[in-house]
């Protein structure tokens, strides 16, 4: 028990200290984390406890913090050569694309999804910046914020240049996850394969919409995307 008691803390603090226990399950493994070092008798408690109210409060003091720091302006015409920076995911039979930009800012892009792009391939980009903005109750701006992305790409024109650019070790990552769903893709028919492929890497670009609804209103979707269920399982199985 003690192993399982210093996985959930330790997981527990890194939540808090990364998302500012912003989300529900986050919040509810925190609070879990801080009654169990309440609870524990003896000395340690007193170490545990200060340590998790302080990673809390400076996960507090993070999401609280993001700012939105961009030298564009809404509508600006913009021409760069950028680097595509994380994994394209499908979205309303589109890509999105978040790219960094010579001068180190993100943008993110809505583009057809032919050609498909992949992380580390170098293009150049012309389109019409967007600033993000309040959309009725949700702070979009904050949202993109808390990802590094500045702005939004409009009306892009693309042009490949090149390929293999990004760093070396995400792109290993990246080819890793590629071989999985490749595996798993050929070993099962869809959309058991999508619903695989959603539980082992949070994937969801191929799972058809009727299932993704239908998990919704049974309230389980948090099954398919990687949460923090998946890293508990990943802790428990570590030790």
């Not at 210093?6 to 990364?18: D, E, K, T, V, Y």
């Not at 913009?78 to 309303?92: A, E, G, I, K, S």
Request: hydrophobic share 45%.
């Amino acid at each position: 028990m003690y192993t399982l008691h210093r996985s959930i803390i330790a997981l527990a603090s890194l939540l808090a200290f990364m998302a500012g226990v912003s989300h529900l399950s986050q919040l509810y493994l925190y609070i879990g984390a801080c009654a169990v070092a309440a609870l524990h008798r003896g000395w340690l408690r007193w170490l545990i406890l200060p340590w998790l109210v302080s990673c809390g409060l400076v996960g507090l003091w993070r999401y609280d913090s993001y700012a939105i720091i961009t030298t564009y302006q809404d509508g600006d015409l913009f021409t760069d050569t950028v680097m595509v920076d994380r994994l394209p995911l499908l979205h309303d039979d589109q890509q999105r694309l978040v790219v960094v930009t010579s001068n180190n800012q993100r943008l993110q892009i809505d583009a057809a999804t032919y050609p498909a792009y992949q992380y580390g391939d170098v293009v150049q980009l012309d389109c019409t910046i967007r600033l993000p903005g309040q959309i009725e109750e949700f702070a979009y701006d904050r949202y993109l914020a808390r990802y590094h992305i500045q702005a939004l790409c409009d009306y892009p024109v693309i042009t490949f240049i090149d390929q293999r650019q990004g760093n070396p070790y995400i792109s290993k990552i990246y080819w890793i996850r590629n071989t999985l769903k490749q595996r798993v893709e050929s070993l099962w028919p869809e959309p058991v394969a999508a619903l695989i492929l959603g539980v082992l890497i949070g994937e969801q670009d191929t799972i058809p919409e009727s299932i993704y609804t239908a998990f919704q209103r049974a309230g389980v979707v948090h099954i398919l995307v990687v949460s923090g269920m998946h890293v508990l399982i990943l802790v428990q199985l570590l030790t």
